[in-house]
């Protein structure tokens, strides 16, 4: 990237707020942003309406009744498995939105089931239908959207942050978008492995704000596996609850499981092929299953298999971030980061706050995203309107443009420098079953790598985005393990053969950031440092 | 991934193109869109959901195959099949407000060990 600023946009807006990604967090920003009378640009990577992890799969949401003994119960359900790292204050605000969104959603539109007492069920929303209806949303409050127009820089100043920068895609244009605000909403990071919707997500969000001095946190947290057949991509997990695990020769494997016996599946698929069949559904399951999950059943009915009565060999796709908890760091309930004028909502935040350090499935992570969203945009439309006049005079340059460009790269570097990185986060031998030794040995090559990914320059416009999403995702595989060793214990999704139980003394979260040096801290001595250099 | 897209069903709409999330086609003089970057496709199923004359085949697999050719694919009745699944078309209703989640959410409840 060059200096994006000074050199001038092909295309060149100006908004109150500018939202980056447009899954569900930045749609729900987006909408309430527009709500508090902000002028609003949003741009996605893909196309708002079809991109990121939600649109194609759907979502089990956390929508639980505002009753007392509901509520507890849903809080109290995911608190031991998430290493007793989350907030109830955080999680009953979470519950309160998410409730109120969903509900807004029916009137808006959404054909939510009606269930068998006659109620309209709404812990569940299909992707494609969902997604749609937001974009529609959005486009009716008057909401700019560019698709395929990936962000590749944040503009700052030193007030803080006032725009971003990036390319469409479909041209090769440039692009700058000058705004109050700035929200991110960028998905997390599942490093290209294919899981459904998940290649769009490399971490750009998490890079462009550490860029601008943002910390992230729960990086830890990041090891998400997902079970799919082998030949497939869906990534749908909840019905393997009713799925038996076998060896090749038909014998099953004691201990593997979809919930709790993950960790045996892959131990299993580090020498064999693991085979499932969903022969624990009860015959009426089966057809609940095809109206509940129409994609789950769509790769099986086209191979001609079926999963109920037939064997098929099944692997873990990693799922890196999207499904684990670690993200951008917030330092309040509005969702700002400790940047000024910077926002971060959805998977691209931390959701460590309702979730602690385990997600897997389930509601939690769809909840948070509409919830994080929404408080986002109405905080940046307030931020943005405060500024006022002020907005007009500031000339903000690229955050990440200060990095000396060494070399040019071709599209084949950019190709072995991607591979390279899902050689580290890839195998279960250094990500899932994590030792000091072979996490110290990762981040020996992972910083060689940023060392050679950091100085080069792309050529052209769309191989600047691949190489943008390679230096991302060597940034996130470091983030990553740099706090996967300073935690020296097993808490959440976080395993360490080398200290396999809990330790009171590390009940904390822990922050990291920076990019030719990373730093990690636990979130109270690094808040306090951030305080220190704010005054 | 992404296999066909049948020039004799194709109306020009150009919905694949806008709506693929990594940009997998590119418009052509013809006006049906051509794959230009199949290694790009992320198996995801939306441009299928999209398209309005039921043009385009994803095969499941997440690399290339040999795939069938379209008409054996019409006659087996898959292109289209998750469009109509869904319940997206003319004619059709959402296949959301049949969702049967809140049974399944039941039987889970009901599953020890969750
Ligand atoms: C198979 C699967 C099943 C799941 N099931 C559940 C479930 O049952 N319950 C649950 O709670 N959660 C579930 N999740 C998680 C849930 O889908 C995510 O938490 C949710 O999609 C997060 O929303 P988001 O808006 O933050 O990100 P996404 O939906 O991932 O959207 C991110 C958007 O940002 C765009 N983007 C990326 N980079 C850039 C850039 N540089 N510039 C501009 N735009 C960019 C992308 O194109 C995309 O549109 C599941 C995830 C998967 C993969
Ligand atoms: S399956 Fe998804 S990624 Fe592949 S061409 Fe269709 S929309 Fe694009
Ligand atoms: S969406 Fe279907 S009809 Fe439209 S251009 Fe693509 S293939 Fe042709």
Partial sequence: MGNAASIRSDVELTADVLVIGGGPAGTWAALTAAAQGASVVLVDKGYCGTSGATAPSGTGVWYVEPTEEQREAAMKSREALGGYLADRGWMKRVLDRTYSNMNDLALAGYPFPVDDEGKSYRRSLQGPEYMKLMRRRVRKAGVRILDHSPALELLADEHGVGGASGVRTETGETWTVKAGAVIIASGGCAFLSKALGCNVLTGDGYLIAAEAGASLSGMEFSNAYAISPTFSTVTKTAFYTWATFYYEDGTVIEGAGSQQGRSVIARTLQTQPVYARLDRATEDMRSWMRAAQPNFFLSFDRIGIDPFTQLFPVTLRLEGTVRGTGGIHLIDESCATAVPGLYAAGDAATRQFICGGFTGGGSHNAAWAMSSGSWAGEAAAVYAVTLGGRRERREPKGAGSERQVSALASAGDVQEWTAAVKREVEPFDINLFRTEATLTQSVGRLNGLWRTVQHALAPNASDAVKLREAQAMTATARWMYASALARRETRGMHKRLDYPGADAAQHYRLLTGGLDEIWVKPETAALSRLEVNQS | ?????????????????????????????????????????????????????DALYVSPHDHPIDAPGETALAESGILGSYREQIGWGKGRSPGAANDTSYLMFKAMQRTPGH
């Fill in chain 2, 1 to 53: 991934m992404i296999e066909l897209v049948s020039n004799t069903r194709c109306i020009s709409c150009g919905q694949c193109v806008s709506v693929c999330p990594t940009r997998v086609f590119d418009e052509s003089p013809s006006g049906v869109p051509v794959i230009a970057r199949q290694d790009d496709c992320q198996t995801c199923f939306m441009c299928e959901l999209y398209c309005p004359v």
